[in-house]
């Protein structure tokens, strides 16, 4: 037999149904046993529980769905107008004006978005900027500085309005034109950093430019961007000047037999021709489509057959209106069939002159032509923000803890706390722009090329790389000036940086050297943890949480892969349809990936594992050449190179697509961030006590199901692990990994590759554990037997220093690097539990348990 839920009724004939439609007047059951009146009546008397609310009717509904303006019993009993009005507003909120009972969080007011159904809370804000900005025709914030610098910071060209000549100072700028500096070290640099490239011109000898894309690839005139040999000449401007498909190298040019080509010489797929909305820049695609076949509407016209359509008024008038007279059928002209049987419709019957029609009520849908079913709401993406509850003909929305629903759109789910801001790099600097305060700031000037970055809210630090430097930086966000160095040697071009904001590490690809590497936020326990079948790897980002890392390669087998934080469980979760996939961001809300294609012009999205794929948004003109993207509420935001501008749009529909920056920014808009405390939910970090019992590093482990590991050792590069599965040391001897150790109430998993290096020490069941590893037969027991002897020798010395110094200061390790090498002091002290190894690094353990993160509850975002 069939089992329901504690929240369903069991039918008569073993159907489960949802507990509120019984006795609703509704026969759900089909065998009307949920509205039989014995049933009915014990269901009127039912009680609810304190957190739920009593309907007029019996019905039980959460206590929180009472006065939140939407009627959820069918007498309205929850919305009652006397009982809502009573409604006293918290002290960290605010009373809307004219609607009594309605309150909405004060971190709302004045955040240019009107939440009350009044809009009382955006009303004499009459904010205006400080004494240090400026302020722009259009209302807006910006810094002084930016006044007369030949870029349009307010977005209305305000800030460049009326600027006098500027005199630039000798010994530390260059002159580009009569109002704009540059500093003088980026004179002659290879870049060009006047508008019209006069700081590269007459210099004494030509600068040889370090090229950052690779023999197979094709260098943009903007000696950043490289893109695939392949992709010249192919139609579509892939750099962001349109440098590959000038005509000096482009002649004659044509798209491949399954693409369309625009009047502007661009390339779109075939099927979007003619597809009834324009795809080509120009619309040229919409053109010469001819006359689409038309479908009658039932409701309002008769189908004479072939297409061709007529009003209802014109059926059964006594004149032949359609070619063949169908519209004067004499057998149904005067009948109306709906009064038998109501024409066999589940809902609703329509009489027509000459026929009939079914129809559902709201909420319903027709699924033969006459039977009704529930439009299930929740299966429509977007339908809520967060979570959804469907209801027969309806549907409820509901938010996360941390969230509240917009009063004005109840279906939406708006952060209660903290002020959204957008970080963003443009190459010489790092700028931040309020996403509700018009204000944009800059939090780290005259950098040579920043490109990727990241921050760690809870200390306020960001994070960024420098593919000029070479180097990834990092700096208090409010004090960007004071920068410091975190990795300096050993990468080349790093597009993608993430950040671990619950166990303390940085992550970064690295296109040169085709890597995925990692190390702590002070650039030491560096480890390459991803090398293998990389091409152009480029945007990561991360899951702490989950243990879980995804990033994008663009390489000639363009991908989306995602492993575990430890480098395990590696696989491929976007294969096809996918280019030039450049940025990607996760929504830890309802767990998805956000990535943008700067080839097919294209935002998508699928869940962790590749499933459940969605084209957000295609749009040749708003996506010309996009490179990041991130997302925040309802919306993904993205940078373009083309546009050289920030932008977002509805992330369920890609629709509402408007401009955040102005679209004229001198610099490319590289790595975009959204910068809230909700981006970085906490987490339990489970390696805080004692590093995991990890030597060195404690990485979170991916979580693929309720037995899986929370953690995972692992080695930096020049160390090897021992075959504890917990201690590294440098070595020459072989062990096999993976290793999988358990220990009472942990589990941890280590991943390394067998390799061979130097040792100098390594404790004595290790010793014993190799030997039986590679010997056998008699020289496996000479080896045992020897090595006993020595050991009970060295035993019995250690144990006679042990009593000579024994009142004596114990002699700790020193280390003149505690992170990749050791002395040659191997004065240690050996320890009995076989489970807690001799920390022949002790130091690092202290550095991995730095700035712990806990958190009372993890679910609370994710």
């Not at 960290?92 to 609607?99: G, K, L, V």
Request: glycine content about 6%; aromatic content about 8%.
């Amino acid at each position: 037999p069939t089992v329901c839920t504690l929240r369903q009724f069991r039918c008569t004939n073993s159907k489960c149904i949802a507990i509120t439609w019984v006795c609703d007047g509704e026969n759900d059951c089909d065998d009307g046993s949920d509205e039989k009146p014995e049933i009915c009546a014990i269901s009127e008397s039912a009680t609810c529980n304190k957190n739920e609310f009593r309907c007029g009717n019996g019905r039980c509904i959460p206590a929180h769905w009472q006065c939140d303006n939407e009627k959820d019993c069918s007498d309205a009993s929850d919305e009652d107008q006397h009982t809502c009005q009573q409604k006293v507003c918290g002290a960290d909120e605010f009373t809307c004006r004219s609607a009594p009972g309605e309150c909405v969080p004060l971190t709302w007011m004045c955040d240019d978005n009107p939440d009350c159904s009044d809009g009382s809370d955006e009303k004499a804000c009459n904010e205006t900027c400080r004494s240090d900005e400026f302020t722009c025709g259009n209302g807006k914030c910006i810094q002084k500085r930016w006044v007369c610098d030949l870029d349009n910071d307010c977005g209305d060209n305000s800030d460049e309005k009326n600027c006098p000549p500027v005199t630039c100072n000798a010994e530390t700028e260059f002159q580009c034109t009569e109002s704009y500096c540059i500093t003088s070290r980026w004179r002659c640099d290879g870049d060009y950093d006047c508008a019209d490239g006069k700081d590269e011109q007459g210099c004494p000898k030509p600068t040889a430019s370090v090229s950052f894309c690779l023999p197979q690839e094709y260098e943009c005139n903007d000696r950043l961007t490289c893109i695939h040999r392949a992709w010249l000449c192919d139609g579509a401007k892939d750099c962001p000047d349109g440098s590959d498909e000038s005509p000096t190298h482009c002649q004659n040019i044509t798209c491949r037999p399954d693409q369309f080509q625009c009047k502007d010489r661009s390339c779109i797929p075939g099927r979007l021709h003619c597809s009834g909305h324009p795809d080509c820049p120009d619309g040229s695609d919409e053109i010469d489509c001819g006359a689409p076949l038309l479908k009658c509407d039932p409701k309002t016209q008769f189908d004479c057959g072939g297409g061709n359509c007529i009003p209802l008024s014109q059926v059964c008038n006594g004149k032949q209106d359609c070619p063949e007279g169908e519209d004067e059928p004499r057998d149904r002209c005067g009948k109306n069939e709906c009064l038998e049987n109501n024409g066999g419709c589940s809902q609703k019957c329509v009489d027509t002159p000459a026929g009939y029609y079914c129809d559902c009520n709201h909420g319903y849908k027709l699924v033969d032509n006459k039977t009704c079913k529930d439009i299930n709401e929740c299966e429509i993406p977007g339908s809520c923000s967060q979570m959804c509850i469907n209801d027969k003909g309806t549907f409820k929305c509901e938010c996360q803890h941390g969230y509240m629903r917009d009063p004005r759109d109840l279906t939406r789910c708006k952060a209660t706390e903290g002020h959204a801001s957008l970080l963003f790099a443009r190459r010489r600097d790092i700028r931040k722009i309020s996403l509700d305060h018009h204000e944009m700031t800059s939090i780290v000037n005259e950098t040579n090329s920043a490109t990727a970055l990241d921050f760690v809210f809870r200390t306020g630090m960001i994070f960024w790389s420098d593919v000029t430097d070479q180097k990834i930086y990092k700096a208090p966000i409010d004090e960007g000036s004071e920068r410091s160095v975190v990795i300096n040697n050993d990468i080349t071009t790093t597009d993608g940086l993430a950040v671990d904001w619950i166990y303390n590490h940085i992550y970064w690809t690295d296109t040169g050297k085709n890597t995925i590497e990692l190390a702590n936020f002070e650039g030491q326990m560096r480890k390459v943890l991803i090398k293998d079948e990389l091409e152009e790897p480029r945007a990561i980002a991360l899951n702490p949480i989950e243990g879980w890392m995804f990033w994008t390669d663009w390489g000639n087998d363009p991908k989306i892969e995602r492993a575990g934080m430890d480098g395990s469980h590696r696989q491929i979760i976007v294969s096809y349809e996918v280019k030039w996939p450049n940025g990607l961001t996760l929504d830890l809300v309802k767990k998805r990936v956000y990535w943008v294609d700067a080839k097919l012009n294209t935002i998508s999205s699928c869940d962790y594992n590749g499933r459940s794929r969605r084209v957000i948004l295609f749009s040749p003109d708003s996506l010309r050449h996009p490179f990041s993207i991130t997302t925040f509420e309802d919306w993904v935001y993205w940078t373009d190179w083309d546009k050289t501008a920030v932008f977002k749009a509805n992330k369920f529909t890609g629709k509402d697509v408007q401009t955040v920056t102005a679209t004229e920014m001198i610099q490319n808009p590289m790595v975009i961030h959204v910068y809230h405390p909700y981006r970085q939910p906490d987490g339990d970090n489970h390696c805080q006590a004692v590093n995991g019992h990890c030597s060195h590093l404690c990485l979170p482990a991916p979580q693929i199901n309720s037995h899986s590991p929370l953690i995972s050792c692992a080695c930096p590069e020049g160390l090897q692990m021992l075959p504890d599965g917990l201690t590294c040391v440098q070595g020459t001897e072989k062990v096999t990994t993976p290793y999988s150790v358990t220990h009472s109430d942990y589990t941890i998993q280590i991943h390394t590759k067998t390799d061979v290096v130097e040792t100098t020490s390594i404790p004595t069941k290790a010793v014993v554990d190799a030997v039986e590893d590679t010997s056998s037969g008699t020289i496996a027991i000479i080896v045992i037997v020897v090595t006993g002897i020595v050991f009970l020798v060295i035993s019995g010395l250690i144990y006679i220093v042990y009593r000579n110094y024994v009142h004596r200061n114990m002699t700790s390790m020193n280390f003149d690097n505690p992170v990749y090498r050791k002395t040659t002091e191997d004065q240690f002290s050996l320890e009995k539990n076989a489970f807690q190894p001799t920390r022949m690094y002790p130091s690092t353990v202290g550095e991995e348990a730095q700035e712990p993160l806990t958190s009372a509850n993890t679910n609370d975002f994710v």
